[in-house]
């Protein structure tokens, strides 16, 4: 499974780069270009020379004026999402107001041209490199403190996919993410939002029981209270008997204050651990809310950026992020 955003030269999501490139043809061409009609002039390469075809009908190539407070402005506000090899990067896909946008080639340029940008050029192999790895990675919904988000209910390759908590991880970890890990009062609120907003029934986080080898320290137990942690980051959460709210259901299946582990109780010790922290909206009348469930029930999912991941990578050769 492939979570991508294509990029299509006609009508496309697009990125941009600025630089003393784009200065140095500013000057070349405000008089040049000033009037000119974009349809004129054919294909328009040559690192911003014509106006480019796909235009006509007394559209124009944008220019910039440093005389004009608004635009100085424009350029000095602009959005830089990374900046490799001392140029700047802004990516239409990432930012809200343009994450939905599909534009001609004339418009991205334009869109660019006004923060004193313009359509990303491919000079070096460096930089293909680089702006094909930032495709691949996969598509992001949502950006918030710093973190990148991937709800799987919004791309059509996983807007119906349900999966156990392993194969979710997996999922997410295939593009340098991880399971989310509510590790704060703000992200809790934004995941607890997201789902209300989107109507999703439930969701996997990357909280997950120490049940395994390894977790009989005395500091863990007993394991349904202090045995908890995120497995996306390695950070352990809060006792379950300290009570914050949005966050543990103060009731489940069985009527108890979750955790609960109760599918054994309920099944005389037959039941799967319920080792695993989902997030149901109002499933028992309760809200949304953190439930402990076995983890191989099916449930859509939240990714965010994995620092592990994405550090790991980057620390290879020839890899750029």
Known sequence: MRLTVGIVLALAVFAIVEGQRFRRQRQRQRGRLRGRQA?????????GGGGGGGGGGGRSLYVPDPRNPNH???CRNRVIHETSGGRNYFYSWKHPQTRNLKVDWLDARNVCRRHCMDLVSLETPQEN???RNRIQQGVIHETSGGRNYFYSWKHPQTRNLKVDWLDA??????HCMDLVSLETPQENTLIRNRIQQDNVEFIWTSGRKCNF?????????????NGWFWSGSGVKMFPTNRRFAGTWSSTGGGGRPQPDNREPQDNSGFGEDEACVAILNNFYQDGVAWHDVACSHKK??????SDEILNFVRSRANVQL
């Open 213 to 225: 080898d390894g977790c009989d320290r005395a500091d863990l137990r007993p394991i349904l209270i």
């Open 39 to 47: 349809g004129r002039g054919g294909g328009g390469g040559g690192g």
């Open 169 to 174: 991880r997996n999922v997410c970890r295939r």
């Open 300 to 305: 859509p999912f939240v990714c965010e950026d």
């Open 72 to 74: 100085v402005n424009e």
């Open 129 to 131: 490199t680089l702006i």
